[in-house]
């Protein structure tokens, strides 16, 4: 399935993906299937160290955070909790003259349009809305599309039996929270991180392999106390500034500075492995865009060449990453739903409770019984079992008692390995002086994700003597990263291979190696793949170097 050729720099960055072996249409020799992508081997290694290196700064790298790997197929009961069986579901319609289906959101803004709800909450398209595919204006009124692949865990398929291939990584967080609190010694606050794939029947899979229906999540849900819990016990919640890096955590830190905090966390990453804030954008949810127990969420974007341009014609970029600040919704929803206690006991809360004035406790017993009240209501509970449960919920921060607020980074693997492309990609095209043109292709990955380290070449594959040094000189490094050995062709070849796989160094072993010039005898050219320098290094400094460079 060919990705339609309306963009030329996405055109030409399918295709290298395609040669390169960095994507691949998945079932491609049965025509393929839409939404689904496979990573060929440099596509792999890309992959992969970007998750190692997410993996490493959220979970190695601090000691408030642990991970998880949960199951793709949960109990059926966890989406009910979560919402995701009622609500988690795209406006879908169809043109009633060529049968295409089409997202109504997608459809509209695709006419620079807005799609719009009635009063009873149902989408209802504007008025000469056309088909993108025959242009006919006889189009269905949007409907749900609930976006769950469902499948049956059994021999037998029944209604008994149905289960979800999973929509998102974060459940299965909340739902083992009070096993991964109680065995990791952790308190609040605390996350746990989580790297897996998730699976979504988009109804429109587009823009390559940023929107597809298989795909990879990595995921933090931070567990954090509630403002009224941290302002009993510090007298105060500390507030920062609403741009820039909040600095290090603060035990009075309340919801505002720990999701500025994990904003500004989040974005130093994506600088650190080559997105500059120059290649990002960033959207603050309006109060319509939120849901309804979120009380903020930014969006970090990508200006990614398939984005679109604002009237100004700037790039405005699409969604990378959202970081929401998510109140105590997922823990409360799973422990009505599960009849699971999901609080957390505070030893500083209790002390510190019983040392309040009272006006100073009234006032936080009533700030917390409203917040939880809201929350039930909003959830269909009844207004006078709401209110009886929010007053147990209230009641229970004299005893030290709370369900944690939560900060949620989500990012998506699969779309930040595609800005990750697309930032890498370069071209240049030079003409020589018979008129020949030709056009190089150089991937210009920062070394930390970069699939290929090192190139290791002999000068002349055709001299043992300099064979057997370069896989020396290979074996020496690959215990420490990904090089990779090349003996075929010309050395310029060779590098022009390198550059388009994005390889960030090359290293030749010639004569010069084996001590034909004696003071250059064990050393090797070592090559910049973006700008071409070339240098001499010791072989016994290699590996050091190399290191210093590509962590």
């Given amino acids: 399935?060919?990705?339609?050729?309306?963009?030329?720099?996405?055109?030409?960055?399918?295709?290298?993906?395609?040669?390169?072996?960095?994507?691949?249409?998945?079932?491609?020799?049965?025509?393929?299937?839409?939404?689904?992508?496979?990573?060929?081997?440099?596509?792999?290694?890309?992959?992969?160290?970007?998750?190692?290196?997410?993996?490493?700064?959220?979970t190695r790298l601090r000691d408030d955070v642990v991970g998880l790997e949960a199951t793709i197929i949960m109990s059926p009961a966890i989406w009910k909790a979560s919402g995701h069986v009622d609500t988690f579901s795209d406006p879908m319609c169809d043109c009633k003259k060529c049968k295409r289906r089409f997202r109504a959101d997608q459809l509209c803004e695709d006419q620079g349009l807005t799609l719009t709800k009635n009063a009873d909450g149902k989408f209802v398209l504007p008025a000469g809305t056309k088909c993108s595919n025959c242009g006919s204006t006889d189009i269905t009124e949007p409907r749900p599309f609930n976006l769950m692949f469902k499948t049956y865990v059994g021999p037998v398929e029944s209604?008994?039996?149905?289960?979800?291939?999973?929509?998102?990584?974060?459940?299965?967080?909340?739902?083992?929270?009070?096993?991964?609190?109680?065995?990791?010694?952790?308190?609040?606050?605390?996350g746990i991180g989580q790297i897996g794939k998730a699976f979504r029947n988009e109804v429109t899979p587009r823009n390559y392999t940023f929107r597809s229906r298989e795909f990879e999540?990595?995921?933090?849900?931070?567990?954090?106390?509630?403002?009224?819990?941290?302002?009993?016990?510090?007298?105060?919640?500390?507030?920062?500034?609403?741009?820039?890096?909040?600095?290090?955590p603060q035990p009075n830190w309340g919801w505002q500075a720990w999701h500025q905090y994990w904003v500004e966390e989040r974005v130093r990453f994506y600088e650190g492995i080559g997105l500059s804030r120059q290649t990002l954008g960033f959207h603050i949810q309006s109060a319509e865009e939120l849901a309804h127990y979120a009380r903020a969420c930014v969006d970090i974007l990508f200006k990614f060449p398939f984005s679109k341009r604002d009237?100004?014609?700037?790039?405005?970029?699409?969604?990378?990453?959202?970081?929401?600040?998510?109140?105590?919704?997922?823990?409360?929803?799973?422990?009505?739903?599960?009849?699971?206690?999901?609080?957390?006991?505070?030893?500083?809360?209790?002390?510190?409770?019983?040392?309040?004035?009272?006006?100073?406790?009234?006032?936080?017993?009533?700030?917390?019984?409203?917040?939880?009240?809201?929350?039930?209501?909003?959830?269909?509970?009844?207004?006078?079992?709401?209110?009886?449960?929010?007053t147990e919920d209230a009641n229970g921060l004299a005893k030290g008692q709370y369900i944690p607020h939560v900060i949620e980074p989500s990012a998506g693997v699969d779309r930040l390995i595609l800005a990750l492309i697309a930032n890498a990609y370069s071209?240049?095209?030079?003409?020589?002086?018979?008129?020949?043109?030709?056009?190089?292709?150089?991937?210009?990955?920062?070394p930390r994700v970069a699939p290929v380290k090192v190139g290791v070449f002999p000068l002349l594959k055709n001299k043992p003597e300099l064979v057997k040094k370069a896989q020396e000189v290979r074996d020496l490094l690959r215990p420490w990263m990904n090089a990779f050995y090349d003996d075929s062709g010309a050395i310029g070849r060779r590098y022009a291979r390198q550059d388009e796989a994005g390889t960030p160094f090359c290293v030749t072993i010639d004569f010069d190696t084996l001590g034909e010039k004696p003071e250059l005898l064990d050393t090797v050219t070592l090559r910049y793949r973006d700008d071409g320098r070339q240098e001499r290094l010791k072989i016994a400094e290699l590996r050091d170097w190399l290191l210093e460079r590509i962590r």
């Fill in 427 to 446: 071209e240049e095209t030079t003409t020589d002086e018979k008129g020949k043109s030709e056009t190089r292709y150089t991937m210009r990955f920062h």
């Fill in 217 to 248: 999540q990595m995921e933090l849900e931070f567990f954090i106390k509630p403002d009224e819990a941290v302002e009993a016990i510090y007298g105060s919640v500390a507030t920062v500034p609403a741009t820039g890096h909040p600095g290090e």
């Fill in 311 to 390: 009237e100004k014609g700037e790039q405005k970029g699409d969604e990378l990453e959202g970081i929401a600040a998510r109140s105590d919704f997922d823990l409360s929803q799973h422990a009505r739903f599960s009849g699971k206690p999901m609080g957390v006991f505070d030893e500083e809360l209790r002390a510190a409770w019983g040392k309040l004035p009272k006006e100073k406790s009234d006032d936080l017993w009533r700030r917390y019984y409203e917040n939880r009240k809201r929350y039930l209501v909003k959830s269909g509970v009844e207004g006078e079992a709401a209110a009886k449960q929010a």
């Fill in 1 to 58: 399935m060919a990705e339609p050729k309306e963009n030329l720099q996405m055109e030409k960055i399918v295709s290298l993906c395609k040669r390169r072996g960095f994507i691949f249409q998945s079932s491609e020799i049965y025509g393929g299937i839409n939404g689904f992508w496979d990573y060929g081997p440099l596509g792999a290694e890309l992959k992969r160290n970007v998750k190692e290196l997410w993996w490493n700064s959220m």
């Fill in 159 to 190: 209604e008994d039996s149905v289960a979800y291939l999973r929509p998102e990584t974060a459940q299965a967080i909340f739902a083992q929270f009070k096993n991964v609190l109680e065995t990791s010694r952790q308190k609040v606050p605390f």
